[in-house]
């Protein structure tokens, strides 16, 4: 896919709409996010971004959950996709911690905040016009508007963290899809490359940073719940589990836990 680089007049556009959206306040963290996802190999990312000339870059109007690397030279962000990932990080941290907190093999519904922000997530993904944020849910912007926010948003930038690796490892490996069912070997081995060229990055060194666990814990986390939100994604998009470009994200996922 060739690179349209915004007009001056499209940026203002996107500038007016990030700064109605519930996460702006995130936005700029999200665009530091793969540095903030490994502290300890900061130098290192800023160095390959610039040898490369990566830049990340904001794209809206467009609902689709848009994470796509462009031209070696360009990681494209949908604006929407963005508000959609933190309502999934939210959700299903929300959800995690329910599990975690009730005994094995006990069915329990989720309260409707967490059901309504769910919909809204996987609604977004079918329709070409942007539906508001729900009332009555979270929202990164209000923070009395629901508990665990903080940690949503730590979530988030996780996730955010591992989903731009993988596309900078498209990138770094120069990666090149094979048109049509008979590249589907070549291109899933190039996603499960990228998979794991993301989850080292944030993984192999981390101890240089800090030796609590719980960095750990919560980089593996961000990077599964990413892995899942790509699923669902596909999943309420109506779209194959298991496509010509793209592996079934079980099999992505059961390569991480590996």
């Known amino acids: 896919m060739s690179d349209i680089t915004p007009t001056f007049e499209q940026m203002k556009e996107i500038e007016a709409r990030v700064a109605l959206s519930p996460i702006t306040s995130l936005i ?19 160095r390959m971004m610039k040898d490369l000339g990566v830049r990340i870059q904001m794209s809206w109007p467009g609902t689709a959950f848009k994470f796509e690397a462009v031209d ?11 508000e959609r990932l933190w309502a999934y990080a939210y959700a299903y941290y ?39 944020w729900p009332t009555g849910v979270a929202r990164p912007d209000q923070p009395d508007s629901g508990d665990q926010i903080s940690s949503a948003n730590e979530i988030f930038l996780m996730m955010s ?41 944030l993984l192999n060194q981390w101890q240089l940073y800090s030796q609590q666990s719980d960095i750990f814990l919560k980089r593996g986390i961000g990077i599964a719940f990413a892995i899942f939100i790509l699923s669902a994604d596909r999943f309420y998009r109506g779209g194959m589990m298991n496509s010509n470009t793209h592996p079934h994200p079980v099999d992505r996922l059961l390569q991480y836990f590996d």
């Open 28 to 46: 700029r963290n999200f665009q530091g996010s793969p540095f903030a996802g490994a502290p300890e190999r900061q130098l290192e990312l800023d």
């Open 161 to 201: 963290a591992w989903i731009l690796l993988h596309e900078f490892g498209h990138i770094v490996r120069q990666d090149r899809y094979e048109e049509g069912p008979e590249g589907r070997d070549h291109n899933h081995a190039i996603e499960f490359a990228a998979d794991s060229w993301a989850y080292r990055f």
């Open 72 to 82: 070696d030279r360009f990681v494209r962000v949908g604006l929407c996709a963005l």
């Open 94 to 132: 929300k959800s995690y911690l329910l599990v975690g907190n009730n005994p094995s093999a006990i069915f329990f519904n989720r309260p409707p905040q967490i059901v309504n922000l769910l919909r809204w997530a996987h609604t977004g993904s079918n329709s070409p016009i942007e539906n508001p």
